[in-house]
């Protein structure tokens, strides 16, 4: 094993090595994320990893040219804070106040941890980190992912004509479409004669929300249905 304790050591091999497991390592994490199509993909990982490296090379040259006089975790204590900023750009809101981005927000801030433990020589951390965090994001997010599909829910209001079809309705919409929660509202066009209803529906995706829609706004008494 003395390979191993030469690329331990500081010298130019060992700089070369951390590099390029840098780069390694976060093309493996970017990898899944570009696959997934997220704002931060393969590029963006490998630069994040090999930065991050860099700054971790960085305070153990400084250390070695200054002795005691550097603290060579200082400038990778900067990156540790100043890499949430890069993480914030991943992060977005969409419909039905519906958080995109975090996990790549975090896989980016682990990325970097990853690249100064490269960069430090701590190779074993890395690979073990690089590792939790790919079944992470891999395989646990599909379990993540069947969990939110059936707690997520969506709102809607429907206008009926008269009461006659009232409890018919009602019946289809809590039979065929899932749906909870169903309140008898005063209409919001104002008509006496109408009826609204507002119920909450399993989310089922835009598409197919729409495509539901359609389906309610035909059916007999039904003047119209939206989302709320």
């Not at 993909?41 to 153990?60: E, K, N």
């Not at 960069?119 to 939790?132: E, M, Q, R, W």
Request: glycine share 10%; aromatic share 8%.
């Amino acid at each position: 094993m003395k390979w191993f304790d030469y690329v331990k050591d500081y010298n130019t091999i060992s700089i070369i090595v951390r590099i390029f497991l840098a780069m390694l390592l976060g093309g493996c994490i970017g990898i899944e994320r570009e696959k997934s199509k997220r704002p931060a993909g393969f590029r963006t990982h490998i630069l994040v990893c090999v930065g991050s490296c860099m700054t971790a090379l960085i305070g153990l040259y400084v250390w070695h040219e200054m002795g005691n006089m550097s603290d060579p975790l200082r400038i990778s204590a900067q990156v540790i804070s100043g890499i949430g900023f890069l993480g914030v750009g991943t992060i977005l809101v969409k419909e039905h106040d519906h958080i995109t981005g975090l996990t790549t927000a975090a896989g980016l801030w682990t990325t970097a941890s990853i690249g100064i433990a490269c960069g430090f020589g701590f190779y074993v951390g890395a690979l073990i980190g690089t590792f939790v965090v790919a079944i992470t994001s891999a395989i646990l997010f599909k379990f993540e992912k069947r969990g939110r599909k059936k707690n997520c829910r969506i709102n809607l209001y429907l206008e009926i004509q008269g009461t006659a079809l009232l409890n018919e309705e009602i019946d289809l919409l809590v039979q065929e479409f899932k749906a909870k929660n169903v309140l008898v509202v005063p209409p919001r066009t104002a008509v006496r004669e109408n009826v609204g209803l507002e119920v909450s529906l399993p989310y089922v995706g835009n598409e197919d929300t729409k495509a539901l829609l359609q389906a309610l706004r035909k059916q007999e008494g039904v003047l119209f249905a939206m989302e709320t």
